[in-house]
């Protein structure tokens, strides 16, 4: 195949993903500047009163963490890699690939991280606090225990979880994790498990959307039909029969992310250029012209 084929367009925006250039969350982040205006004036009215100190501490965390939500881009526009195949996969998974084009995925950011370790902190704190009080005498102090408690064991495991997706490796050191594209077939590769799907093996792609929920746009989802037979999986693991990928953690516009998944399953005599540079410039074509956020 030739050069030429490094101008293929990219795929229409699928209309069951709504608009295609989304809005930042702006809701959240009136909410955030809010919020710390709230804390601001408790603190300033609060005569060095422990109360309203702690109470305008509690609302500023939350002010920081709705900042850090709204300051997340929906969208990005960055790069594939062209790397070897070999420094993706483990365990039992195995590819007739020797090269493929790797789109990482997005790792939580060092501020979503420091504000879960902060929550769950301030947290187990708070709890300790309430424990003692109704120790003290004052038995309706073991009310709001449970709730903290509950609530600094979900901030913790949301750390730990977070840490773990940051920092995990195997022997090749950080362990990749992201969508590899190559002429045989497409390799998922999560945090807690890796799929192999040839080409063969992938019936439908078809578009998503995640749930809705209050205060968040929808953001788009692939749903990748397949048949499990075929379909291998780390750790010995079953394989679905739906695979789902989430554009919106790789670190490529979901644009990219469906032509490439749609432009190589429709045409098998395109795959001839995945795993080379031909293949590679017409990734990064893509990635210049998709629409920025």
């Known amino acids: 195949?030739?050069?030429?084929?490094?101008?293929?367009?990219?795929?229409?925006?699928?209309?069951?993903?709504?608009e295609r250039r989304p809005r930042r969350n702006t809701g959240m982040l009136w909410l955030g500047?809010?919020?710390?205006?709230?804390?601001?004036?408790?603190?300033?009215?609060?005569?060095?009163?422990?109360?309203?100190?702690?109470?305008?501490?509690?609302?500023?965390?939350?002010?920081?963490?709705?900042?850090?939500?709204?300051a997340r881009r929906p969208f990005v526009d960055g790069r594939t890699r062209l790397v070897d195949a070999?420094?993706?996969?483990?365990?039992?998974?195995?590819?007739?690939?020797?090269?493929?084009?790797?789109?990482?995925?997005?790792?939580?950011?060092?501020?979503t991280l420091t504000l879960c370790v902060l929550w769950a902190l301030v947290l187990a704190a708070?709890?300790?606090?309430?424990?003692?009080?109704?120790?003290?005498?004052?038995?309706?102090?073991?009310?709001?225990?449970?709730?903290?408690?509950?609530t600094a064991a979900l901030f913790a495991y949301a750390a730990v979880r977070a840490a773990i997706t940051q920092y995990?490796?195997?022997?090749?050191?950080?362990?990749?994790?992201?969508?590899?594209?190559?002429?045989?077939?497409?390799?998922?590769?999560?945090?807690?498990?890796?799929?192999?799907?040839?080409w063969n093996a992938i019936r439908r792609v078809e578009p998503d959307t995640s749930e809705p929920r209050r205060g968040m746009d929808e953001?788009?989802?692939?749903?990748?039909?397949?048949?499990?037979?075929?379909?291998?999986?780390?750790?010995?693991?079953r394989a679905p029969a739906t695979v789902t990928v989430a554009p919106a953690m790789l670190r490529t516009h979901p644009q990219v992310v469906w032509s490439a998944l749609r432009e190589f399953l429709d045409?098998?005599?395109?795959?001839?250029?995945?795993?080379?540079?031909?293949?590679?410039r017409l990734l990064d074509e893509w990635c210049v012209s998709a629409p920025a956020d």
């Open 1 to 18: 195949m030739t050069d030429t084929s490094a101008s293929s367009p990219m795929h229409e925006w699928p209309t069951r993903w709504g």
């Open 219 to 237: 953001l788009p989802l692939i749903r990748l039909r397949v048949d499990p037979s075929r379909v291998t999986a780390s750790d010995g693991m």
């Open 267 to 280: 045409s098998p005599s395109a795959r001839a250029v995945l795993g080379t540079s031909t293949g590679q």
């Open 126 to 150: 708070a709890t300790v606090v309430a424990i003692r009080i109704g120790l003290t005498g004052r038995p309706e102090a073991f009310l709001g225990v449970a709730v903290l408690a509950a």
């Open 33 to 70: 500047l809010t919020l710390i205006a709230a804390a601001a004036a408790m603190t300033g009215f609060s005569g060095g009163a422990a109360g309203p100190l702690w109470s305008g501490a509690f609302i500023a965390l939350f002010g920081l963490t709705a900042l850090a939500v709204a």
């Open 86 to 111: 070999a420094t993706l996969t483990r365990g039992r998974i195995s590819t007739t690939d020797a090269r493929v084009h790797f789109v990482p995925e997005r790792r939580p950011g060092v501020v």
């Open 168 to 198: 995990r490796s195997d022997s090749f050191g950080r362990r990749p994790m992201g969508l590899g594209i190559g002429p045989d077939g497409v390799l998922l590769m999560r945090v807690t498990e890796s799929l192999y799907l040839p």
